[in-house]
């Protein structure tokens, strides 16, 4: 008996190595030269920044709606998956359409935590490009940049914070109060704010950070005493975003202390939700569905009439990522074969406009784009829209700052926030300190 | 409290070889796994294997010992972070690292020690109020966890960074788990946990000590899912708090009930259907939460012992009927589904029969 037993152990393990003989591990291919194009879409559907992930994924459908799927001779397919904003999904997902799949093209994510893991994935999967359109790690196009993942219509988290901490001392806003999302994404944003506010000599007198997902902010908004400050920077994403600024209104802060608001906090898919309590405030980012120029209104006009809903930044942003990645590929003639030469034509397209303005990406990868300062108000129907207070035009991720003394310091986070650097007036491109007094 | 019994004779060889053939099947068929699909599915598999560990850590305390936990992969987590913040705050050496991070979950005893008075509802609550500080820790504790970002740049040991030789890795590593997890159920420290599983009351007045026995089964049980945490981490090069989380937890319960409570082989098909749904399907199925939702309410509703019971009862107990073998049959159809009923039905547990001495 015995024998009979070893025996067949014996058989399986021949047969597994037949098996073992069809069929070797190897490795996958880049776009080719001809042929379909598939592409891979990851956005959160479902979890805390579902509403922002839906518009993201409706932009990048009607893009391919409203121009052919065919591209310099090359059909474009695509199919979409959904992280639920989780890192861990997001990047089982990546590698599902990678590797399952075959998709030669990655677009998305929406967080910037998930952009970094997926990042990670793509710097090991070089004949993939990737394409990022919302996420805005800030590091993705600094220190940490991959050469196959490129901003197309993305941006950096701290480039609007950075221009509205040297507004807000224009203003004459001297005590800051900042409560930042606890996460890449809040920690690099409040960075940029509270980096460019203390070179003028602004002081921050209370840091709050809110962990992502939190139900209830009434605990943060309690110790924001409006005596104690000018000022309160505000970052927050996706339902956070509703909750804080409702207890903002609920909490008679409105009236008490101006309010400036990151770009997702005040970002058209989570100011719908908002109704009154958001008229009135302002905020700080790259798009502005209520911007006074032709791309932005066609693209408004397209979108209601596709969703029945004014655009948020998301679904530009992703509509942006398909226009940039069709001009890439008209350019290279349809070929995607060398996915080094191709990343490089994707990090040279210069769009005089888009829906969200002028962009280019910088020597980095970072993108250079118009900041608007944004003003929630009513249309005609009574919805709530960002509408363009002022333009602050071609800025780069680097502010005001040279980029090898940016470089040298570590990206913002919660150990580094920029209070106390540039320690030299070397470290302005100007080489002169900014004003510290008006 | 016969199930896994032997019987000596004839009829133990004839099912003992049928067995070892089907597992020798099993192994064969992972050993060339790599060789048949490509990167993703073994991917897939990698997870599966880490996850049906984790799954059966909970089976060991649970299916086992009846102790039904919901913080388990706080736990886990433990050795996750610990392997994360060694390897690249401290800069240790992975090997060192994988070790200090194993040592850590030996924390697991200090958990299971203020859970131990309890046992039945009282013990589910209190494990999972303490995945929840670990996870809350996890989250808040910026400086040290990375809160939500969590903490990238874990390595692969440096002869298993591809992802076929990753697989292998895990598999070997988890073949060896099962294989500790086996003897200690099969030993007398395990025979004394389903005792207590059986009769918590009984057990005490019988000599033995309860309580070590059920804080050395949540050590052990700890140890082996801290390895799915180690596992996990390395797979993935970081680690965040998503890994920590309750529903991390609930899940490999839901894997270990689906695949069924009380069997070695059940936590794996849990974790394996549980994978397969999640990453596959979900390609075509928008609402594959559903169908897994739907699937656990079959389970509960036709078949409590999980799909390795439902596979002894209406397969496997058939055929070795009709092999002339009653004997042998009903026991594969009593094994699984004696445990499931003690666990998912009848009075609450912790109530009644199991809590007090009768």
Redesign the interface.
Known sequence: ?RH??SS??LL??V???V???????GSRSSGGKSGTIKIGFISPVTGTTAASGIEMLNGWKLYWKLNPNTVAGRKITW?S??DAG????G??KA??LV???GDQVLVGPLLA?VS??VA?YLSTQPNVVGLNPVASADDLSQRKAVKNYVRTGGWQSSTPPQVAGDWAWQQGYRRAITLCQ???FGQESCGGFINTFTDHGGKIVKQL?A??GTTDYSSYLAQINPKSADVVYIATVGADSVRVIKGWSQFGLKSRIPLIGQETTLEQSLIRAMGDAAVGLQSFGHYAEGRDDPMTQQFDTAYEQEYHLIPSYYACAAYTGAQWFAQALQQTGGDMSDVAHFTDVLRGIKLTDSCMGPMHLDSNGGNVFNVYLRQVAKDSQGRNYNKVLKSFPDISQFYWYKPEAFLAQPVYS??YLGENWPTSCDAYVTGKCPSQSQ | MTAGGRLPGPRW?LTG?LK??GL??V???L??L???T??????LAT?GLYLGLFALSINLLAGYGGMITLGQAGVSGIAGYGLAIFLTRFNWPLGVAIVAALALTVAAAFLGALAMRTSGVYFLMVTLAEGMVIWGIA??W??VTG????I?GVTRPGFAS???KYYYFTLAVVALCVALIALVVRSPFGLTLRGIRESEGRMGPLGYNVALHKLVAFVVAGVFAGVSGLLLAMD???F?P??VHLKASADGLLMSILGGMGTLTGAFVGSGVFVFIT??V??YL?RWPTLLGLIFVLVILFARDGIVGAWNRWVWAPLLRRAGQAEEAELAKEAAREVASGLLSGPPAGVGTKGGPQ
Do not use: I
């Open positions: 008996m009979r037993r067949s152990v399986l393990a047969l597994a190595l098996l073992a003989a069809c069929h070797s591990p199919t998956e959904d989780d890192l861990n999904t990047l089982q590698r599902k590797e399952q799949n935590n970094y893991a990670q606890d996460y890449a950070w962990p992502l919660r150990q | 060889r070889a070892l053939g020798a099947l192994l064969a068929l050993v060339s790599p060789f048949l490509g990167s993703f599915y073994v991917s997870q989250q808040r910026n400086t809160g939500d970002n969590g990238r591809v992802y076929w993935n090069n970081f965040s998503s890994s990453n596959y979900s390609g928008t």
